[in-house]
């Protein structure tokens, strides 16, 4: 018998610009060919907020800040008989916008592009699951946790507003 796989932790990198969402086409699985945040693997030793904003600039060129937690989820991937092949934390984490304007794709990402709400929802064929929701959350005046900052208080959150420069 095979012992389970250790559960995985990942991130996905939110930037807000006025009513825009800053999206990535995805290259690789999962989502190939799907639009949706830039993120990936929380690396050995790696804060959320530092994976965020490696993934960030690694698949777009985005030179950022992390600044909070929006929310988390779980992704559990089963074989058609039901058995897990995999199971991923994802944490949605709010990063700053800086205004910056030379975005490209690069590498896990074929494209990049700024979507308002009603694109996504136009095409939710072209987006990966769950994009419109975790995009009405980023674009509300919910915030986001702005911890795990050392010294930080996880009482208080941050609006939205205040994510984008």
Do not use: K
Not at 52 to 57: F, K, M, N, V
Not at 60 to 79: E, I, K, N, S, Y
Not at 105 to 129: C, H, K, N, Y
């Amino acid at each position: 018998m095979n012992a389970p796989s250790p559960v995985s932790a990942a991130i996905l990198a939110v930037v807000v610009r006025g009513p825009r969402l800053l999206l990535i086409r995805r290259a690789n699985p999962p989502d190939q060919g799907l639009w949706g945040f830039p993120g990936g693997r929380i690396e050995h030793g790696e804060t959320l907020f530092q994976a965020a904003e490696r993934e960030l600039r690694e698949e777009t060129g985005f030179v950022t800040r992390a600044q909070g937690v929006l929310t988390a989820f779980d992704v559990l991937d089963r074989t058609p008989e039901g058995r897990l092949r995999f199971h991923y934390v994802i944490t949605v984490v709010c990063c700053a916008d800086t205004g910056q304007t030379d975005i490209h794709a690069a590498d896990d990402a074929v494209a990049t592009g700024w979507f308002t709400l009603d694109q996504i929802r136009a095409t939710p064929e072209r987006m990966s699951p769950g994009l419109l929701e975790l995009g009405t959350l980023a674009l509300s005046d919910r915030g986001a946790a702005p911890w795990p900052i050392p010294g930080g208080d996880p009482r208080r959150l941050i609006p939205v507003q205040d994510h984008a420069s």
